[in-house]
């Protein structure tokens, strides 16, 4: 069974960054997973963040965030990062992220796995 575990959110001002980290601790590995990260904030839906393949091969994230966070794979350390730069306040929520087979995917039904979010506060 996959175990996706995030850590690193926090309170920021604006302008300020955060890593987020997720991590499989169930030993398993991820060569064949695709992984996701998304967000939701007090009474709104879950949204897509961002997604790469476990190759690091073909990011993809969505406008709100493009140029602003960025992903990247430790396979050693069998963790996924978000990177989080220029933060704005409407970036404040609580970040997840999920795993699934093979190919990336912007929607959240299609991600098997899910982590148990990590709250991101950014101040203005």
């Known amino acids: 069974q996959v175990q996706l575990v995030e850590s690193g959110g926090g309170l920021v001002q604006a302008g300020g960054s955060l890593t987020l980290s997720c991590a499989e601790a169930?030993?398993?590995?991820?060569?064949?997973?695709?992984m996701g990260w998304f967000r939701q904030a007090p009474g709104k839906e879950r949204e897509f963040v961002g997604a790469?393949?476990?190759?690091?091969?073909?990011?993809l994230y969505a406008d709100p965030v493009k140029g602003r966070f960025t992903m990247s794979i430790d396979n050693a350390k069998n963790t996924v990062y978000l990177q989080m730069n220029s933060l704005k306040p409407e970036d404040t929520a609580v970040y997840y992220c999920?795993?699934?087979?093979?190919?990336?995917?912007?929607?959240?039904?299609?991600?098997?796995?899910w982590g148990q979010g990590t709250q991101v506060t950014v101040s203005s």
């Open positions: 999920a795993a699934r087979y093979l190919t990336i995917a912007t929607m959240t039904n299609a991600y098997h796995y």
């Open positions: 169930s030993g398993r590995t991820f060569s064949n997973y695709a």
């Open positions: 790469i393949k476990w190759s690091g091969r073909s990011p």
